[in-house]
């Protein structure tokens, strides 16, 4: 079964700093999501990935499928405290089936 | 814009008892999916409905059951609520399936003594 592992699994910066967060898959990729979660709320969709090299931006959130598809990273320039919250990667498993990473935590100090 | 609404946000119940989460979306979407998140585990997909009409099992399904009682509305039931069932659970809906996002309601922290 597909697994996908997320790095670092917490991570505390300080305002204005850049980061990235990555999302490694144990098979090739055919859909990679990214998800914010705020504490205690839902998850909201940031967006999708399909093809290898393909790069989006939301804002400030930047994410990237690497070319062999087994790997994507989600990067955010000049980190704000709204930027704070759980940061879920989510693969396309077949079908109807979507699997999750475990998730970032970041923190955002001020 | 409701969204996806889960009913009720936060719950206690004893071993043995049974329970209903409600999820209801208004986006007109098919596909509707039950997952549930612990620490450290990310999220476990329970049971989803590919359409109205139709439920399968997901990762997890062991002492859940599932009714899509219309196109809006995907509940989920505990028969006999054990601690391991202690958890948040979310409900989510899409388009379809494949490389549609899913859209998610707030969660229902669900708590068994």
């Known amino acids: 079964s597909q697994e996908l592992e997320q790095s670092p699994q917490s991570l505390i910066v300080q305002e204005g700093k850049n980061l990235t967060i990555n999302c490694t898959s144990s098979?090739?990729?055919?859909?990679l999501y990214w998800y914010k979660q705020k504490y205690g709320e839902g998850l909201i969709f940031l967006m999708m990935l399909q093809k290898g090299g393909e790069e989006k931006s939301h804002e400030k959130i930047t994410a990237k499928l690497d070319e062999k598809k087994q790997q994507s990273s989600l990067h955010i320039t000049a980190s704000q405290p709204s930027h704070a919250g759980i940061y879920l990667c989510?693969?396309?498993?077949?079908?109807?089936?979507?699997?999750f990473g475990a998730g970032t935590r970041l923190f955002v100090k001020a | 814009n409701a969204g996806v609404t889960q009913t009720p946000k936060f719950q206690v119940l004893k071993t043995g008892q049974s329970m209903t989460l409600q999820c209801a979306q208004d986006?007109?979407?098919?596909?509707m999916y039950w997952y549930r998140q612990d620490p450290g585990m990310g999220l476990r997909l329970i049971y989803y409905s590919a359409s109205e009409g139709t439920t399968d099992k997901g990762e997890v399904p062991n002492g859940y059951n599932v009714s899509r009682l219309n196109k809006r509305e995907f509940s989920l039931r505990l028969e006999s609520a054990a601690p391991s069932q202690t958890s948040v659970y979310f409900c989510?809906?899409?388009?379809?399936?494949?490389?549609?996002?899913?859209?998610f309601g707030d969660g229902t922290r669900l708590s068994i003594l």
């Open positions: 989510a809906s899409s388009e379809g399936g494949g490389n549609q996002p899913q859209h």
């Open positions: 986006m007109n979407h098919n596909s």
């Open positions: 989510g693969a396309v498993s077949g079908g109807f089936k979507t699997i």
């Open positions: 098979k090739t990729l055919y859909g």
